[in-house]
């Protein structure tokens, strides 16, 4: 049965920073591409991050670039997200998801965790 994980959430001033984590098991983690996406109140899920299997590539939304970071642990089956420079308008359940394809699009990934409520907070 896989399992997607994340922690890391939490209240934070705008500026501040926090560092997601998304520990995967069930899956063989390696042979999946890895993507954070994130649900605010009244919104639909939106694409946020996401990292090739081998963490070589990364591929960011343009709301978050320069200041979201994705990165992966093949060794520990294990996802980041390290946000930065927080804005009120990052405030969203964030979670993360698996697929076998290589896509940032939200339907076709197939795992997905159980999500993790960041503030923001101006």
């Known amino acids: 049965q896989v399992q997607l994980v994340e922690s890391g959430g939490g209240s934070v001033q705008a500026g501040g920073s926090l560092r997601l984590s998304c520990a995967a098991s069930?899956?063989?983690?390696?042979?999946?591409?890895m993507g954070w996406f994130r649900q605010a109140p009244g919104k639909e899920r939106e694409f946020v991050a996401a990292?090739?299997?081998?963490?070589?590539?990364?591929f960011y939304a343009d709301s978050v670039k320069g200041r979201f970071t994705i990165s992966r642990d093949n060794a520990k089956n294990t996802v980041y997200l390290q946000m930065n420079s927080l804005k009120a308008e990052d405030t969203a359940v964030y979670y993360c998801?698996?697929?076998?394809?290589?896509?940032?699009?939200?339907?076709?990934?197939?795992?997905w965790g159980q999500g993790t409520q960041v503030t923001v907070s101006s």
């Open positions: 990292i090739s299997r081998s963490g070589v590539s990364t």
């Open positions: 998801a698996a697929t076998a394809r290589t896509t940032i699009r939200v339907n076709d990934y197939a795992f």
């Open positions: 069930g899956l063989t983690f390696s042979s999946y591409f």
